[in-house]
């Protein structure tokens, strides 16, 4: 599925491709197309599945397609004031080309501070993310209006009941029109969430996306190279160790083959498997790895679900893998039933921002690895720096200058 699959209006594809995002998520897939339908969703998605903009982009289409003068059209309550800023800087790259304003609205900080969301509420901007305690301090006063707004969304609902939000989340809904649009987000989903989403969601389309978690025996590693390093290493890293059950994963069939052919000229024995093989050539190549005739499979991930093959030692993954999803399939494909494997991943520039995703999805860091001297140096980990166009991550405003921005920003 592709990001023009939504017809989304031109300027927020502006946006969207200024934020390096080339498709869609399995959320984003699933969420957009009935949100732009006006329906309630409940969905249950940890941070790193893209959730924020399976919300945000249906929403500023839909505010676009329908402006109001000086109205606040969505309201997104959030556990913390981290969370609200990393919306409303996601909500800045989508809605760049839009106009659509915004504000990030969160306790702590001076009276100036106040003062400024009291008067971007006052004029309605378009988005206010706000965490519910700040929400209810505006309410107090009779400045705020959303008789204009047609969304409300809960983001982290679950960690906003732990944390004692319930009767505040109900408070800030007694102001909103009856007639809405609600999302609700949480990472898991106890019986407190279904008693919330009973009394503010009708009938919301429910939608899942579960991560498993790698089995925990699995050795993770990670070298960060250039890209031109890649070779050379996996090269040292399968001929200095005598394996004898190995799966190297590409993120491509043309990458897979080429990888394949390289490998067999240095020697080992290798063979590439992908969706350009038939049936039968596919089942020879994996009774030949399972006899341990072919030592080496170069595969793309149509190999990395669903297959048994016992005691393979080692998995490296040449290219990082689009989805976190992918990641855990391929690596789980190690250390099965009792044995014990290692999992080996190539970053390169270009891959750090999705690497870090998915840590954010394992909730740990994998361990870097120093790369040997004779490759010569190597780059830093550092994800924040690749992010920006084409690179899948945080938008860099400094590429946008020229481009006027309306409404409210911190
Ligand atoms: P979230 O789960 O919304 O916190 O998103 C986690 C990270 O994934 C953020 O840095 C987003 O910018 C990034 N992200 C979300 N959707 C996509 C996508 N379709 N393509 C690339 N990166 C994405």
Known sequence: MNFSDFKFHPELYEGIEAMGFESPTPIQEQ??????????????????TGKTAAFLLPVIQNIISSRKENQTRALVIVPTRELAIQIDQQMEGFSY??????????????????????????EGTEVVICTPGRMIAHLNSSY?????????????????LDMGFFDDIMKIIQHLPKERQNLLFAATMPDKIRTLAKKVLRKPVEISIAISKPVEKVLQVAYVVYETQKLPLVTHLLKDRDMKSVIVFCSTKLSAKQLGRQLKKVGLLVQDIHSDLDQKSREDILLQFRNRKLNILVATDLLSRGIDIDNIELIINYDVPQEGEDYIHRIGRTARAESEGVAITLISEQEQGKFSRIETLLEKPVMKAMVPDEFGEAPEYNPGKYRGRGYGGQYKRKNYKGKKRQGYRK
């Open 31 to 48: 969420a957009i197309p009935a949100i732009l339908e006006g329906r309630d969703i409940i969905g249950s998605a940890q941070t790193g």
């Open 97 to 122: 080309f839009t106009s659509v304003s915004s504000i990030a609205v969160y306790g702590g900080g001076d009276g100036q501070l106040f003062a400024r969301e009291k008067k971007a509420l006052t």
């Open 144 to 160: 705020v209006n959303f008789d204009g707004l047609n969304y409300l969304i809960l983001d982290e609902a679950d960690r906003m």
